[in-house]
């Protein structure tokens, strides 16, 4: 199966639960999926941090699994046309800033090698009125978890239904996971997944 054919089913699957208005707009699926094989520059990582797309930085941080930094790996967020895009990329040798012909400084850059589209979700929205909207939760977040075996990196799509906690669909309507090996996000079995909201005491 190939990649792009993986990415499309579970991305048709997510869609088939999302209400009207949830679904993102053709053109920014078509411009988070042109994201793929260019490079940025690390420390220029706000705004349009690729050159030629309309896509924008929000955050990048590195991959974690089995309690592991995976070395020279991060994924992130975009936004592409006011929709959220998740994007895995890699270290590549950085070109060396010379001063004459000696090297000053190395530039860290990336090459982006995946995207996942997301649906509209509450937290990426600056005017979200939708009742009961989805939301994305990130690896880091600390308020999901999973019986799976191994300790995976992975998002998590939820729609609360009012309450504090889920397991499982329909309260967990997708989850994320990363194939280092093959370059790309991949579909996790939403059922093996519980959250809890983030509660103000």
Known sequence: ???????????CAVLAACKPGERPLPTAVSDAQALIGKEFL????????????????????????NGKEQVGWFDGVAVCGGEPVLYLSRTRESPLLQNGDTPIISLPHRKIVAVQVL??????????????????IDPFAG???TDMPDDPFYYVLVRWG????????????????????NQRYVSLD????????????
């Open 1 to 11: 199966m190939s990649k792009h054919f993986s990415w499309m089913l579970a991305f």
């Open 42 to 65: 690390v420390s220029a990582s706000q705004g349009r941090f690729v050159e030629g797309s309309p896509c924008d930085f929000v955050s990048s941080g590195a991959i974690w699994a």
């Open 119 to 136: 649906p509209k979700v509450s937290n990426y929205s600056d005017a979200d009125t939708r009742e009961d909207p989805l939301e994305l």
């Open 143 to 145: 308020q999901c978890s």
């Open 162 to 181: 009012g309450k504090d906690s889920v397991s499982g669909p329909p309260g967990i309507v997708a989850v994320w996971g990363v194939d280092l090996a």
């Open 190 to 201: 939403p059922r093996r997944f519980s959250c809890e909201q983030v509660t103000m005491d």
